[in-house]
């Protein structure tokens, strides 16, 4: 399968866990966004990738959300103390990164339920 | 209000039927994109346009600038286009990627 993968499909985690989500994105593709998701409602921007570089953060990624992509590749997205809040699919997609407007590839997802 | 809004958000067709979903957005834009998402999560990519019309098989976007209006038209609907359909607009400016996104329409199709 050559799609965005990403891992795992479903976490349960109690509340002040650490939890990490990661994705692959297609191998030629530069450029890699994190999205999150509430029930009933469309996707938000989380943040973006151009290779290795983070180039945007949205407001909503307090300081207890990370996310690196150390060689250009794969992606992690690490949520620290978590809270029942955080609750939500968690969305990965990637695009070739040469020009705007791109059609974007969407991974699967993570459903993350804080208990 | 939200800068992405969409109409309906339910909707129950028979199969065979002519659907329209609505997209209405209140920023300028560089893209617009229509998205499919059906139960369990997944996203596909329908359409990316910024001016015109583009037709891909049984599925029609089109959109208007001036207006800041999309729609997105299914013929002949059948079954399996049971899905949410999003609509998401790229800000002009912003970055790409950084897409504000419609709650979507949920579309039922009846057999």
């Known amino acids: 399968d050559t799609g965005v993968s990403q891992d795992p499909r479903h976490k349960i985690t109690k509340r002040g866990q650490n939890v990490t989500f990661r994705c692959d994105p297609i191998s030629e593709h530069n450029r890699l966004y994190w999205y999150r998701q509430t029930l009933g409602q469309g996707p938000e921007f989380l943040t973006y990738f151009q290779n290795e570089a983070q180039l945007e953060k949205s407001r909503l990624l307090s300081d207890r959300f990370s996310a690196e992509r150390p060689k250009g590749s794969f992606s992690t997205l690490e949520i620290q103390r978590t809270e029942q809040g955080d609750s939500a699919m968690y969305l990965c997609?990637?695009?070739?990164?040469?020009?705007?407007?791109?059609?974007?590839?969407f991974g699967s997802g993570t459903q993350l339920s804080v208990l | 209000k939200n800068e992405v809004e969409q109409s309906p958000q339910n909707l129950t067709a028979q199969e065979g039927e002519f659907i329209t979903i609505n997209c209405s957005y209140s920023?300028?834009?560089?893209?617009l994109h229509w998205l499919q998402q059906h139960p369990g999560g997944g996203i596909v990519s329908l359409f990316m346009l910024s001016s015109g019309k583009k037709k891909h098989g049984r599925l029609i976007a089109t959109i208007n600038i001036q207006e800041k209006h999309s729609s997105l038209h299914i013929t002949a609907s059948h079954p399996r286009d049971s899905a949410v359909y999003i609509c998401a607009v790229e800000g002009y400016g912003g970055s790409q990627g950084n897409l504000i996104f419609g709650k979507g329409t949920k579309l039922s199709v009846k057999p």
């Open positions: 920023v300028g834009i560089s893209a």
């Open positions: 997609a990637s695009s070739l990164g040469q020009a705007s407007g791109e059609k974007l590839f």
